[in-house]
């Protein structure tokens, strides 16, 4: 079976300029500027390459891995099995269905834990190492599922699942999807109905707009949250970062988004629920968040 070492395209790599990584986005390059210059992975920052992209796909210029490069292991844009590998692989993709992972914040807790309570029981199989794509056999007339990780491999898959050409598996993956483990900007009341009806998963992934101001409120360390902002105004969402790195990068972002003049950035985050709570006409939603990230497939 041919392995998958081609790792994932980026829509956005780093360059040095006057000594400083510095980003850009794969449409903005010019041919000149193509063969001058050394990019690299924004994330783990190992050297990339670009591509223009084919014409006939009409695919736009993206970042690919750089040959014989392989991103770090931790890297997000290490390879990942596409939804043409896995039909390739298992012949349809009828039966996939979608699960969100424990985030790896907590796994990483989990593991410290029982580190620190020595535990000696060095020979406990791995679990957690994922097995090389080509050991697993899928029976096609099975349900299998997926479990995502992060945010940007939900935002990768949608993207994914929007590029195949069958309009109806495509509406088919997307309620998979849509109001199961993810929440959109237009489906707060979902996460409330799930609640109620029990359906509602231990994690579970939201996307909304981020105002610029909210970096007041992650200020303050006894009300240490910021407001996401759906379609709904009745709905409101109260987001708490779980750590204070998290806080952090929240309000990194605000001043980004500030600086770039924009007024709100639309973020997906990765949550769990606090509560729910009735405060006059309005619902709020409280949630605690392990991640978050922007969307890198979407072009505006
Ligand atoms: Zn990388």
Redesign the pocket.
């Known amino acids: 079976m041919q392995t998958v070492i081609k790792g994932r395209s980026m829509p956005e790599a780093l360059y040095k300029k006057n000594g400083k990584y510095t980003r850009i986005r794969a449409v903005d390059v010019h041919p000149k500027m193509k063969e001058s210059t050394t990019f690299y992975?924004?994330?783990?920052?190992?050297q990339?390459t670009h591509s223009q992209g084919k014409k006939s796909e009409q695919s736009k210029p993206y970042f690919r891995r750089f040959q014989n490069t392989p991103?770090?292991t931790n890297?997000?844009?290490?390879s990942r099995k596409t939804l043409q590998e896995y039909e390739r692989e298992v012949g349809t993709l009828e039966n996939l269905h979608y699960g969100v992972k424990t985030p790896l914040l907590l796994q990483q807790q989990d593991k410290d834990e029982e580190n620190t309570k020595g535990s000696n029981d060095e020979q406990k199989a791995p679990s957690s190492i994922e097995k090389h794509p080509s050991e697993i056999v899928i029976n096609p007339k099975k349900r299998h599922k997926k479990h995502l990780l992060t945010v940007d491999d939900l935002f990768y898959e949608l993207s994914d699942i929007e590029d195949h050409s069958d309009i109806s598996l495509k509406s088919k993956l997307k309620d998979r999807i849509y109001g199961k483990i993810y929440y959109s900007y237009s489906q707060y009341i979902e996460i409330i109905n799930n609640y109620k009806n029990g359906s509602l998963k231990d994690y579970f992934f939201v996307s909304g707009k981020m105002n610029i101001n909210e970096f007041i409120t992650l200020k303050d360390p006894l009300k240490s949250y910021a407001e996401l902002y759906g379609k709904n105004t009745s709905i409101r969402l109260k987001i708490y970062p779980y750590t204070d790195k998290i806080n952090k990068e929240l309000r990194n972002l605000t001043y980004r988004t500030r600086e770039n003049h924009k007024k709100y950035e639309f973020i997906g985050l990765l949550a769990s629920l606090r509560k729910i709570i009735t405060e006059g006409d309005k619902t709020i939603i409280e949630l605690d968040i392990f991640e978050f990230d922007t969307d890198q497939y979407r072009y505006n």
């Open positions: 992975c924004i994330k783990c920052k190992v990339v991103h770090l890297c997000k844009y290490a």
